[in-house]
């Protein structure tokens, strides 16, 4: 061979070979890596560890929502139809074993998979049969379901694994306890109530896990396998009472039934502590199905309706004018059916009478206007404004439910010259239900306001308790005034008051009742607050309806509050005091002597009106000649 032609040979061997080694020395140690790393990836199957949402428990641990992980079973069409089911078969003529193919597809897929699901085989089948990479099969199976349909190592079906909240109380404490909604990757999130405000907290961490699989779809023994656990959320207890909430929840809902009113809501509250042992509305929705419930009974509205509180809000003028020194309550007033004030506004009660001699003490029993407005304006009113303001109108009480409303109330200095005057009973201001129970509890607490709070305590997925701290309370007044507006608070509920029907065999009550127009549509809101034991309170406990039938606080709302209030004495363990028993028992041994003295025949008298009054036209704010509820 010519020798020139030879080198060129050799060379361009020579060049071919470094060209060969080149590539190799990239693949295997430049881009070797890479592309490993991209091999590697192809055949890992990687997941979601979905963490449980925590629990919420009622104080006794009743389990009012809870979560699960479940699975979602889908089916890839296109790799289902590529299944071979094989099983081994004996030669009868050489013993030997072999594989062979005893079916394929959908068919043979849905024939090993349908006995675990327990369904039937050709309706699954018929769901693999198509061209879509992803169709659900089965829904919500347990974990344990799933393992066994994993095992059949068919390749194209897969997992999607769900976290599903369920609430095995149902209704009780639905408008409380709150639903969730599943975002776009399948996580739940609080949607109402605590669900919502304790989203963050109920919320875990979500672990992953990973695994490589050969072209069948089997795992690779000697592959990775890696698993991240999920961290469960934590658990919120609350301080509402199961049994006393349904129990609240069902005489709410009877009297708004009985009444054809809109809607009702009842708060019980222990004053020295603020905890919530029932928040209540009527039609409580079912979070387990929240889109049964009209849109607005999906609400709490115990903390977010606001209404006028009408005689309620006399709490507070008496309160304020007895800590300002402007009354005692054994102060007379003179007290007309009407009565004009010094700016030529006019007020009168809700029912007519002569002229009376009151005092202060009577004035609220009886829940007169008249009495009321001339006691208010022996103070000045940016100084009631201010009591209205200490006593939690116009703030948020801070509970921990969200879309809490602060109420109504506007600066002293744009009350008009009526509104200066309506305030003084109820009208011209607003707020909610948990607003006015939070009232008389300052009232029940010695005059300290403890705001009040609905989660006792936090649990994380460790077990670790966080109690929830009592909140610091404020002082609104001093504890001699407060015990002396107890008295005359015990007084309301006594004979001559205006909520006779509050009061409880055994227990001294001492409360107010309210009755208010509503003044952007026709109809009143009936409500009463008040506390038990009176001179060693347990509990605060208001109950509002709105828009009943009849007209007044006293025989609308005060019945609920004596239901509610005895359940709540009996779940306590709070047993009846002697001491009230033998007074209320000399009581009745005394109408009966009046009755037998006066010679009639036993029966009881024609009943008065609710406020104390003996005609049943309501009257509100006193403006004439218009009739308006009073508040009582």
Request: hydrophobic share 40%; net charge negative.
């Amino acid at each position: 061979m010519n020798p020139s032609r030879r080198r060129a040979l050799q060379l361009f061997g020579l060049v071919g070979f470094a060209a060969v080694a080149a590539k190799t020395v990239k693949i295997q140690v430049v881009d070797g890596p890479a592309l490993a790393l991209k091999a590697k990836a192809e055949r890992t199957v990687t997941w979601v560890n979905r963490a449980p949402r925590g629990q919420i428990l009622g104080r006794d641990g009743t389990v009012l929502a809870s979560s699960a992980v479940s699975y979602d079973i889908g089916a890839n069409q296109r790799l289902i139809s590529q299944f071979e089911r094989i099983e081994e078969q004996e030669d009868p003529a050489t013993g030997r074993t072999t594989e062979v193919v005893a079916g394929h597809g959908a068919a043979a897929a849905a024939e090993l998979i349908a006995p675990v699901l327990g369904v039937d085989a050709q309706e699954l089948g018929a769901k693999m049969v198509g061209d879509s990479t992803y169709v659900v099969i089965a829904q919500a199976v347990t974990p344990d379901t799933w393992r066994k349909v994993n095992a059949l190592a068919i390749h194209g079906i897969e997992p999607d694994q769900r976290t599903r909240r369920s609430y095995p109380a149902g209704t009780v404490a639905g408008n409380v306890v709150g639903y969730t909604y599943e975002n776009e990757v399948r996580e739940l999130v609080g949607n109402a109530g605590i669900e919502m405000s304790q989203n963050g907290v109920l919320t875990g961490t979500n672990g992953e896990g990973s695994v490589e699989i050969g072209k069948t779809g089997a795992i690779i023994p000697t592959g990775e396998h890696e698993e991240v656990p999920a961290r469960p959320g934590a658990t919120v207890r609350l301080t509402l009472d199961p049994n006393l909430q349904t129990i609240a929840q069902d005489a709410i809902d009877k009297v708004v039934v009985a009444q054809g009113a809109d809607w009702g809501a009842a708060v019980v509250m222990e004053p020295a502590t603020g905890k919530v042992l029932v928040l209540a509305d009527s039609r409580s929705v079912d979070p387990g199905d929240p889109g049964a419930s009209a849109e607005a009974d999906r609400t709490a509205r115990s903390v977010e309706a606001v209404f006028e509180p009408g005689s309620v809000g006399k709490v507070i003028t008496f309160a304020a004018a007895l800590e300002e020194g402007v009354l005692r309550p054994d102060n007379t007033f003179t007290v007309p059916y009407t009565w004009t004030a010094p700016n030529g506004e006019v007020f009168r009660d809700s029912h007519e009478h002569p002229v009376e001699s009151l005092t202060a003490a009577q004035v609220l029993a009886e829940s007169s206007n008249v009495g009321t407005v001339q006691i208010g304006d022996l103070m000045p009113d940016d100084v009631r404004h201010g009591y209205i303001e200490r006593f939690g109108f116009g703030r948020v009480t801070g509970i921990e439910m969200p879309a809490e409303s602060p109420g109504i109330l506007t600066p002293a200095a744009d009350w008009d010259n009526r509104t200066r005057y309506t305030t003084m009973f109820g009208q011209g201001i607003a707020g909610t239900t948990l607003q006015a129970v939070q009232v008389l509890a300052a009232v029940a607490n010695k005059g300290v306001l403890v705001p009040p709070r609905v989660i006792d305590a936090w649990i994380d997925a460790d077990g670790e308790e966080r109690a929830q701290k009592t909140p610091a309370g404020r002082r609104v007044m001093s504890e001699e005034h407060a015990a002396a507006l107890t008295e005359m608070l015990i007084g309301v509920t006594q004979e001559g008051g205006t909520a006779e029907a509050a009061s409880i065999d055994g227990y001294l009550v001492a409360g107010k009742t309210g009755t208010t127009e509503i003044l952007t549509e026709s109809g009143t809101v009936a409500s009463f607050v008040g506390f038990t034991p009176a001179r060693d309170p347990a509990i605060a406990v208001a109950v509002v309806v709105y828009r009943p039938g009849d007209t007044y606080g006293g025989t609308v709302s005060a019945p609920v509050f004596r239901a509610i209030a005895l359940a709540a004495m009996h779940s306590l363990g709070i047993a009846p005091d002697p001491a009230v028993i033998a007074a209320q028992a000399a009581d009745e041994a005394d109408a009966r002597a009046g009755v037998d003295a006066d010679g009639s025949d036993g029966t009881a008298p024609a009943p008065a009106a609710p406020d104390g009054g003996a005609a049943p036209a309501p009257s509100g704010d006193g403006a004439t000649p218009a009739p308006a509820p009073d508040g009582g």
